[in-house]
Nanobody
Framework: QVQLVETGGGLVQPGGSLRLSCELSGSIFNIVAMGWFRQAPGKQREYVAKIFTTTAGTSYADSVKGRFTISRDNAKNTVYLQMNNLKLEDTAVYFC????????????????WGQGTQVTVSS
């Protein structure tokens, strides 16, 4: 019923830029926050950035501060990740995450994940 679909991944040279998008579709009561995680080969999934729906407050992993910018369009239930000055170590599958309340019931809180989009930084 609820799904997240990421787009915008691809191949880019070091120093280049990509813009990822993630749209949530389906019936939910409220989105608390949306964000991005990534997983490189042989590595654990790591947090990248998040943005809160109500306040638009953001946070970033230290590794991407100053290079990545997260934003959102609440009307479209969409979150974006602008990635600039990409580095080889940014290569990973990037996953969109949404923390939501499915219904008005407090116990309906859950996380949804997208299928992931590949970002490859290579010269």
């Amino acid at each position: 019923q609820v799904q997240l679909v990421e787009t915008g991944g691809g191949l880019v040279q070091p120093g280049g830029s990509l813009r990822l998008s993630c749209e949530l579709s389906g019936s939910i009561f409220n989105i608390v926050a949306m964000g991005w995680f990534r997983q490189a080969p042989g590595k654990q999934r790591e947090y990248v950035a998040k943005i809160f729906t109500t306040t638009a407050g953001t946070s970033y992993a230290d590794s991407v501060k100053g290079r990545f910018t997260i934003s959102r369009d609440n009307a479209k239930n969409t979150v974006y990740l602008q990635m600039n000055n990409l580095k080889l170590e940014d290569t990973a599958v990037y996953f969109c995450n949404a923390a939501v309340y499915v219904t008005s019931d407090t116990y309906s809180r859950r996380d949804y994940w997208g299928q992931g989009t590949q970002v490859t930084v290579s010269s």
